[in-house]
Structure formats: C-alpha cells, structure tokens
C-alpha cells in the first residue's frame, strides 16, 4: 500500500477515535444537563406548591386572626367570671363559718 494512503487513513482513523470520544463526552455533559434540568423542574413544582399553600394561609389569615381575637376575649370574660365566681364562694365560705 502507498505509503501516503496509509498515512492518510491512519489519521482519518485517529480522527475518527477522536471524533467517537468527543461524542461521547458530550453525550455524557448532554445526559447530565438534562438531569439537572429535570431537578430544577422539580424545584419549581415543589416551589409552586409551597407557594399556593402559602397563599391559601395567607387569604384564611384574616379569618383566624378574627377568631384568635374572639377566643382572647371570650378567655378574659371567663376568667372574670372565675373571679367573681371565687369571690363569691370565700364570701359564702366566710359567712357560714361564722
């Protein structure tokens, strides 16, 4: 075989191998950018439900804080009544035992 033949279909032969591992390569960086990309898309999911939970809190938040203050108040008034009621039994406690 002519030896310039032979020379020229060894590099194109090299150049294939190199061809064949840089396609490789970027098969590879291929696979894990579009893993990536599948966790980043699960992130913003995780984040959009995250988001519409908040915001249903958000909107009931008045609500709560309507009946948190209705709770408060109702919890002083019985707690004055306690009072009263136990102002009342020491007065009876006193005028029985005398």
Same mark, same amino acid.
């Given at each position: 075989?002519?030896?310039?033949?032979? /020379?020229?279909?060894?590099?194109?032969?090299?150049?294939?191998?190199?061809?064949?591992?840089?396609?490789?390569?970027?098969?590879?960086?291929?696979?894990?950018?579009?893993?990536? *990309?599948?966790?980043?898309?699960?992130?913003?999911?995780?984040?959009?439900?995250?988001?519409? @939970?908040?915001?249903? %809190?958000?909107?009931?938040?008045?609500?709560?804080?309507?009946?948190? /203050?209705?709770?408060?108040? /109702?919890?002083?008034?019985?707690?004055?009544? @306690?009072?009263?009621?136990? %102002?009342?039994? *020491?007065?009876?406690?006193?005028?029985?035992?005398?």
């Amino acid at each position: 075989m002519n030896p310039f033949l032979k /020379q020229y279909i060894s590099r194109i032969s090299a150049s294939v191998e190199n061809l064949e591992v840089l396609l490789e390569r970027h098969e590879r960086l291929l696979h894990a950018a579009q893993d990536e *990309k599948e966790q980043k898309v699960q992130e913003w999911w995780s984040i959009g439900r995250n988001l519409k @939970t908040m915001e249903h %809190t958000l909107a009931r938040l008045p609500s709560l804080e309507d009946e948190n /203050q209705r709770l408060r108040e /109702q919890n002083l008034e019985i707690r004055e009544r @306690t009072k009263r009621i136990l %102002t009342i039994a *020491k007065a009876i406690s006193g005028s029985i035992e005398l």
